[in-house]
């Protein structure tokens, strides 16, 4: 290292992810705050500037960093566009600021001398090179004032020290020996990426006539329902045909009847693969339809990719050497032994040809993204390479930054972190399986109040094809309430995979967490009309969420106490703390309970005093209550409601008109 | 990005600081415990290994990790030499592991067939391209009996999952696609970084006659004195020339009389500056015998290295351009305004001569290292450029790799934390200013249970010539006790300003933190005959720390709860538990204190168990009890003893010789 007399130093600037290997994640309208430790050494003051801009400005954005407490500087700014922003912190020692913070201590005590103020007169010279002309002349009045030795040298001092001068000293700051910090990257989504809804459905399982295999105008034709719910993205099961070999039956029996339509995640026949469409959903017209048709009615299209293949996939055929061979020359399926599962060939990462493999796969998404679609859902990433995942989501975000994709890797916490961090827009979370109230305070804790944040996008779902819980089996109406209520409003994201879910179904194949008749291996004919029995507080809530900015972010999350184990109590909250949301959840789907809040009034954007009043609007059932300070009295019956989402509003101030009372 | 095959990732590498930044610091004789995440996609095994060499060798030495859980894994290994030490880890999927694992699940569950036993032939066969000579037959042979179909199934399979077969494999694994860490540095420093015992004193008050300016050969004289007490690192104040120009007289007043020696801190005169000594204090000779007197008693000198000049200073006339100038043509002198400090000029860091000062003030070190000495507490380094202090210690530490540097910075954290970071020994703290139970659970929670413990060795002192806080002051004996005994317990590293800390002197200047009559501006005479008050407890203190590793060291450190806020209870044990030290202190320094404990035993080395039965031994007052569970009465008087410094010791089972009870 050469020797400098740089003598500021810049460190733990946020936000940053695993001290700045990986971006950290934003959304487009999300203001983006930074901060960072800028200190040098004895009692000098520094000053800092933030530099951003995004991967395709050649020239950094300017803005000055405010200085919070001890050492932490802040500035935000607002992201100009999707994709790769990087930001870097500028310090420096500021000589006029501490030069004339030491003088006004030398004014008050009466110690100030000719040489101090030599020294403004030295300050202001070095801004008088270079600086903005029309600063010139104020600039040069002072360091008349400065220097003139008839004049008291208090009133000289003095105004040095004016607002004025101060102005014209921090604007022609010279700037002497600048330390830059290392770049930081951050990640700028969509809006969407932030706060979606994700209603799952299989399209064959909408045709009117039941035993028949749906459609895409099929599919059109639900929308209205799905939407009408208050859904913003429409997830589908793969769609492309499905393999005939080892083909699975109704609950996943080994030997398919003839009119058993198989598995759509066992991909690819003689009618194509990963980039083709199963024949009895439509062709690419229809396709189009659905999209156009989404669009009209505010959803989103999101695809799953599930890489890996049938035995019937042309690329078994095409491509031999993408798969395992056994040494009895047969190619290797999948297991997690003893279990076999014969309908499915893995993709072999350590293929001798990983290029080959790694730009097919990546044109599936190019296939798709070119036809429309910027959403996927992606299949246990977690059983591909990591490598290949960092690379394929890198190519894919720089040329489409408006690519959404979707995690599903129920696995340990270290690889769901890796796929998050190494580009995962959202994740699947262990929401299905959290249920007593430390669980969920400890887990959403780790998501939201740990740099996990910073990476990791939330989206929690009930349900899904392949999970259906023991406490959604056993616990009736008031479970399906509850957990619904939970996974909308703890996290911005979530999703339900329906008509099962607000039709309630909760019977599973025996010993497993799965539904009986699984519509994974069969077509289900659903009656939606009249709506199910869950269809009006899916409604609610979602418009609630869409109501409540507080709920359409996951930062600003705090826990409460309440002292009962069976209620949960959680706020969120907008920046700058203008939308409030105060959530409690009975957690026992039997029994009323009640308890008193111990509520952090200061996260609820409230006076942190016992006499505080405030209303608390509860969204659900309209119903208005006055609270004062923390402690306050709550009940939750199963049978009526699974909780109160309470929007919080600060008391107004009574305002009486001239001559009446309000 | 290259397209691979490498499906192994490493992450979280411990120990590291700033993930990887600065390196994280241990001693000779430590254990390096090291962990790592690694981590593939799906269901494979992986294997993982550590390597690691010093500075100087070329080759890495490597060590098998050990699985611990969920994806963790660990190694260590002993440091061979002092100075920098690299770490890294390989990660690759284990074939041949993964492929037993899956038989003995198959094989179970009666599904394995001939396919997987191929499968295990490929695999010897790969393990036999460079395996090890010796185990050349062992896998021909394995290979010959998976391979063999007249022999049953079963059989062939078993026989590949013998410990033998495992080892076969597990030596011979050709280690396909090896994923590497990036590489993390360890610092290691001498034994004495970690557990040292510092006695300050000042050499001009020794001298046997009332009034006589003191010698190297009258601190030797002390040395007994010292060493008695049990202490290992005697630390001087600057032994230089004291300028003259504006020397402070008795309790820093302004204008010195003619005999007022002036502050050791005031470096420099005619006589020479920070390579020179102090003419009164003695020569070069009288240096060295001081410094070999010190090691025949066990003790290791410890200079004062400030970096500032008195008026007088050669450098002052030598080298203007490493002083700045004032805008009068004088010099700067040290400021805190108002105050004003003209008997030190502080150096300029933002010299046009940067390499010429660092050199210089390097050189200094340099000096004083050919003299013999390797311990040095740097004043004040928080007034000089980080940029410079990490420059220095790095080339300082690289040739000199047994060299202690402590840090004297009270300051904000941030700025304590990057000292350490960029490379000094040891610290100094807050403890003189934390006096609250909470204050010391939370402070030392910070010091030891995180990612500070890595680089920051804290050094703990009741008092220093700066520093007389308001507490002994007022506090009495107990006070001096209480401190004492904390400051020895809760740090591995401490030392004390004497002889004024043993004869409890506690007089301030009014208003001020600071010694009334202070030895900064004035000599003294102390009659240490007979030894002062607290002699034998100091004596006692280090010899409990000297004969329990436990206290030797900071990483294990626990808080344990007691009911009563008087009574702060902590434990510190060796690695692996076998030195267990329980101590309990009094905070209040006037009334008696008692409380229950609610031990975590798990922490002492004892079963978690309400019924676990254990002795306590204390240490102090040589008592002894018998505890039982994490419930146990406690007392302590401040008129009898400050603290219960507690040998832990499982309770022997009770054996009988035959014939006989015990």
Redesign the interface.
């Known amino acids: 290292?050469s020797?400098?007399?740089?003598?500021v130093?810049i460190?733990?600037l946020t936000p940053e992810v695993?001290?700045?290997?990986w971006p950290a994640k934003r959304s487009r309208s999300e203001l983006v705050e930074c901060e960072a430790?800028v200190?040098?050494?004895?009692?000098d003051l520094v000053r800092a500037v933030l530099h951003w801009r995004t991967e395709d400005q050649r020239h950094w954005t300017e803005v000055p960093m405010t200085h919070l407490e001890?050492?932490r500087w802040h500035a935000s700014f607002r992201p100009a566009a999707l994709g790769l922003h990087t930001f870097r912190v500028l310090g420096w020692?500021d000589r006029a600021a501490t030069w004339q913070?030491?003088l006004r201590?030398?004014l008050?005590?009466d110690?100030a001398g000719?040489?101090d103020l030599?020294?403004g007169?030295?300050l202001v010279d070095d801004a008088l090179v270079d600086c903005h002309e029309p600063d010139q002349a104020g600039l040069r009045a002072l360091r008349d004032r400065l220097a003139d030795t008839h004049a008291p040298l208090a009133e000289r001092g003095e105004a040095a020290l004016t607002d004025a001068s101060t102005g014209l000293l921090a604007r022609n700051d010279p700037r002497?020996?600048v330390t830059t910090s290392e770049a930081r990257a951050i990640r700028v989504d969509r809006d969407k990426a932030r706060f979606s809804a994700w209603y799952e459905l299989f399209p064959r399982s909408t045709a009117p006539e039941p035993g028949a295999h749906g459609t895409f105008d099929d599919v059109i034709a639900r929308l209205p329902y799905v939407a009408g719910m208050g859904f913003d993205v429409l997830y589908l099961p793969p769609i492309h045909p499905i393999g005939t070999t080892h083909r699975k039956g109704p609950n996943n029996r080994a030997g398919a009847g003839p009119h058993d339509p198989g598995s759509p995640w066992a991909i690819g026949s003689t009618e194509g693969g990963h980039t083709a469409i199963h024949p009895r959903l439509g062709d690419r017209d229809g396709f189009r339809r659905l999209l156009d048709a989404c669009a009209e009615h505010g959803l989103e299209l999101a695809l799953d990719i599930a890489f890996q293949c049938s035995p019937d996939h042309p690329w078994v055929r095409e491509h031999p050497e993408w798969f395992r061979r056994?040494?009895?020359g047969?190619i290797q399926y999948a297991?997690?032994?003893?279990k076999?599962y014969q309908d499915i060939y893995?993709l072999d990462?350590?293929?001798r040809d990983?290029?080959g493999l790694?730009q097919a796969l990546r044109g599936v998404f190019e296939h798709w993204i070119a036809e429309g679609v910027r959403i996927f859902r992606v299949d246990n990433p977690?059983?591909?390479?990591?490598?290949f995942w960092?690379?394929c989501v890198a190519e894919l975000a720089r040329e489409h930054p408006d690519m959404i994709l979707l995690s599903e890797a129920f696995t340990?916490?270290?690889?769901m972190y890796?796929l998050a961090r190494l580009g995962f827009t959202q994740s699947y979370t262990y929401f299905a399986w959290r249920h007593r109230k430390d669980e969920f305070e400890a887990y959403y804790r780790e998501l939201f109040q740990t740099e996990v944040v910073e990476y990791f996008r939330a989206n929690s779902w009930p349900n899904t094809p392949d999970i259906l819980t023991g406490y959604l089996q056993d616990g009736g109406r008031p479970a399906f309430e509850q957990r619904l209520v939970l996974a909308a409003t703890l996290t911005a994201n979530y999703g339900v995979y329906g008509p099962v879910y607000e039709l309630m179904h909760h019977r599973a194949r025996p010993g497993v967490e799965e539904y009986l008749d699984n519509e994974k291996y069969e077509i289900h004919h659903w009656d939606l009309d009249p709506p199910p029995p869950l269809y009006d507080l899916i409604s609610r809530v979602n418009r609630i969420r869409r109501d409540h900015p507080a709920l359409q972010q996951d930062r600003n999350f705090e826990v409460h106490h309440i002292a009962n184990d069976e209620l949960l109590a959680f706020s969120k909250a907008s920046h700058d703390l203008d939308d409030v949301v105060l959530v409690v959840v009975n957690l026992d789907t039997s029994s009323r309970q009640a308890g008193v809040t111990r509520l952090d009034l200061a996260r609820l954007g409230l006076a942190d005093d016992a006499g505080t009043e405030f209303e608390v609007h509860d969204l659900l059932d309209d119903a208005r209550y006055l609270w004062r300070g923390p402690e306050n009295y709550v009940e939750l019956d199963p049978r009526t409601a699974p909780a109160h989402i309470f929007h919080v509003r600060p008391r107004q101030p009574h305002v009486s008109p001239a001559g009446g009372g309000g």
């Open positions: 290292m020797f400098t007399n740089r003598r130093r460190r733990n695993d001290c700045g290997r430790d200190f040098a050494d004895s009692h001890q050492d020692i913070r030491d201590t030398k008050e005590a110690v000719e040489v030599l020294r007169v030295e002497v020996a056994r040494p009895d047969g297991e997690n032994p003893p076999k893995p990462f350590e293929t990983p290029e790694w977690h059983t591909k390479s990591f490598a960092e690379w340990r916490p270290i690889v890796e």
